[in-house]
């Protein structure tokens, strides 16, 4: 999949108020600060068309990137982020859920986890609330560079393990580093065989 044009649409609220589902799209979503926005900008190849942060948080709305002018991507805000009030965390909750449960040209999503940490709880109870609901997805292992390739593998093991618990079939798994443009070839590629 070759990247030929990505311009940003619109920041929405709500998912009613987001651009006429005729395209179809692909969303990223996980923890505040796991690289959401960054893995689009590495992946599009465009620095700073979605904005990034240090700091957790930086992602608040729906953001719709139009890609090669035929398919949306979506910059979620991300979940579990202690820094804001618990009422806005509840709104950010509100507002990603109904998008994944009515936007109905959504017909994928990245959940991005840390490579570097333990699977955490909020992230399984979200890949499970997304099995449940029958919601296709990929996991996405991120900041790669941070660890070494045997960490990594390690990484994907724990991960693994921890679905089987609970899944008979696991999702795939990519590893990803935004920063040193590492693993995003199978992504687009993936993405590629996706839309067609
Ligand atoms: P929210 O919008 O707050 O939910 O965060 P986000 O998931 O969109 O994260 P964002 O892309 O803003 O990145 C958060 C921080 O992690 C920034 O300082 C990025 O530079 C850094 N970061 C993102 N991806 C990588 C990566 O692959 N490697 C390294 N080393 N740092 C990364
Ligand atoms: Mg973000």
Not at 80 to 85: D, I, K, Q, R
């Given at each position: 999949m070759v990247i030929q044009s990505a311009e940003f649409v619109i920041s929405s609220t709500d998912y009613r108020k987001a651009?006429?589902?005729k395209e179809r799209e692909l969303a990223f979503i996980g923890r505040?600060?796991?690289?959401k926005s960054s893995l689009i900008n590495s992946l599009v190849n465009r620095k700073g068309l979605a904005k990034t942060s240090t700091?957790?948080?930086?992602t608040q709305t729906i953001n719709h990137f139009l890609i090669n002018k035929s398919w949306f991507l979506v910059d979620l805000p991300g979940y579990?982020?202690?820094?804001?009030?618990r009422s806005s965390r509840y709104q950010w909750g509100k507002m990603i859920e109904a998008y994944l449960l009515?936007?109905?040209?959504?017909f994928f999503s990245f959940v991005l986890v840390d490579?570097?940490?333990?699977?955490q709880r909020s992230d399984l109870d979200f890949i499970n609330w997304l099995g449940e609901k029958q919601l296709p997805m990929a996991i996405v292992l991120t900041k790669?560079?941070?660890?070494s390739k045997v960490q990594v593998g390690k990484s994907m093991q724990r991960f693994e393990e921890k679905l089987s618990e609970r899944w008979e079939e696991l999702p795939i798994i990519f590893v990803t580093s935004a920063e040193k443009k590492q693993g995003l070839e199978p992504i687009l590629d993936f993405i590629g065989k996706a839309i067609q």
């Open positions: 651009p006429p589902p505040s600060n796991v690289g700091k957790p948080g930086k579990g982020y202690a820094g804001v009030s009515h936007r109905e040209n959504l490579a570097r940490h333990e699977p790669i560079d941070k660890i």
